[in-house]
């Protein structure tokens, strides 16, 4: 069975950083197309970053791009994210794929707030 | 970038009965969209691929058609479990993008 789990969520002042975590199993995720989607509060999904299975090729949404980065090694993938802000409070889910997202974690909660 | 569109934003159906959203992309892009089911507190679970494939164990009462910049998702009688959320998702341009999602509410 296939599982995504994400950790690394929490309260965090404007201007912080956290590193987000999404170990998966039940597949190979190294050698899968893996992604962060958010969802603030109450609002839609909003697609934040995607990693290639070589990790050659990163893309970021405008929202975050110069402030997070999106890594993986052989059993996890991570989301570093710098600067924090208030519109980054969102529901982080790691999501598999290139194309369709086929399997989700159940997502981790960051909060930006003084 | 292109922007997906719901309609509407929320669909009020009895259970039995057909629901029908639809999803518009500002542009074409092709039959590379996704459908996503989500339940309050869950995350997203994909229910259609290419615009009309049902994923892996997903019933037949759920179709999808369309092509292009134009999209239907199609639930037919209508069971207590489907009353959720829906987001279409475009992944044939960079950067994907979800539409605004449509709530399917219990009349």
């Known amino acids: 069975e296939v599982q995504l789990v994400e950790s690394g969520g929490g309260l965090v002042q404007p201007g912080g950083s956290l590193r987000l975590s999404c170990a998966g199993s039940g597949f190979t995720l190294v050698t899968s197309s893996m992604n962060w989607v958010r969802q603030a509060p109450g609002k839609g999904l909003e697609w934040v970053s995607y990693?290639?299975?070589?990790?050659?090729t990163t893309y970021y949404a405008d929202s975050v791009k110069g402030r997070f980065t999106i890594s993986r090694d052989k059993n996890s993938l991570y989301l570093q994210m710098n600067s924090l802000r208030a519109e980054d409070t969102a529901v982080y889910y790691c999501a598999r794929g290139r194309g369709d997202f086929d399997f989700w974690g159940q997502g981790t909660l960051v909060t930006v707030s003084s | 970038e292109i922007v997906m569109t719901q309609s509407p934003a929320t669909l009020s159906v009895s259970p039995g009965e057909r629901a029908t959203l639809s999803c518009r992309a500002s542009q074409s892009v092709r039959s590379n969209v996704a459908w996503y089911q989500q339940k309050p507190g869950q995350a997203p679970r994909l229910l259609i691929y290419g615009a009309l494939t049902r994923a892996t164990d997903i019933p037949a009462r759920f179709s999808g058609s369309g092509s292009g910049t134009e999209f239907t998702l199609t639930i037919n009688s209508l069971q207590s479990e489907d009353f959720a959320v829906y987001y279409c998702h475009q992944y044939n341009n960079w950067p994907p993008a979800f539409g605004g999602g449509t709530k399917v509410e219990i009349e």
């Open positions: 990693i290639s299975p070589s990790s050659s």
